[in-house]
């Protein structure tokens, strides 16, 4: 019984993290600013704590961030922030060519306690919470993303 346990967790286990994969592999090519927005959804989705959309821009030289603050934060203490250091950013860098825009995931950032839920639930299940870097990489999918502190701000990135 316990065999047949243990093979079941095994199992389902490796469905999560083919699905990750997939999702991580998902993330250079997405085809529209909605695409990114969605994404950044899922992310801000697994977040500790309940973050709202608060804007998002697109850039003139190629990049677009999208911007959820904890929900409750007045406006005057989100324009305080330094960088938004206390809320929740993704951004996407953006190419042009013939076909159109692509949008490719770039990094996500916030505080470690809010950003940690987000890297073991979409990039990493197996990470600990130790607010240590951390890598993941697929050679064959193309996927290398790390979970770093970058002056006090976590940052997970390619």
């Given at each position: 019984m316990k065999?047949?346990?243990?093979?079941?967790?095994?199992?389902?286990?490796?469905?999560?993290?083919?699905?990750?994969?997939?999702?991580?592999?998902?993330?250079?090519s997405l085809k529209s600013a909605d695409e990114a927005r969605a994404v950044a959804d899922s992310l801000a989705m697994q977040l500790k704590g309940k973050y709202?959309?608060?804007?998002?821009?697109?850039?003139?030289?190629?990049?677009?961030?999208?911007?959820?603050?904890?929900?409750?934060m007045p406006e005057a203490e989100i324009k305080a922030q330094h960088d938004y250091d206390g809320s929740f950013v993704a951004d996407f860098v953006v190419t042009k060519d013939a076909n159109g825009k692509t949008y490719t995931f770039d990094k996500a950032k916030a505080r470690y306690e809010a950003l940690f839920p987000v890297w073991k639930h979409w990039f990493k299940p197996d990470a600990k919470p130790?607010?240590?870097?951390?890598?993941?990489?697929?050679?064959?999918?193309?996927?290398n993303y790390g979970f770093a502190s970058r002056d006090g701000v976590w940052v997970i990135s390619r």
């Open positions: 065999q047949l346990l243990l093979l079941t967790t095994l199992f389902f286990s490796g469905i999560l993290i083919a699905q990750n994969v997939d999702f991580l592999a998902s993330l250079k709202v959309h608060y804007k998002t821009k697109e850039f003139d030289h190629g990049y677009l961030r999208i911007v959820f603050t904890p929900e409750g130790d607010n240590k870097t951390q890598r993941i990489s697929n050679a064959e999918k193309g996927i």
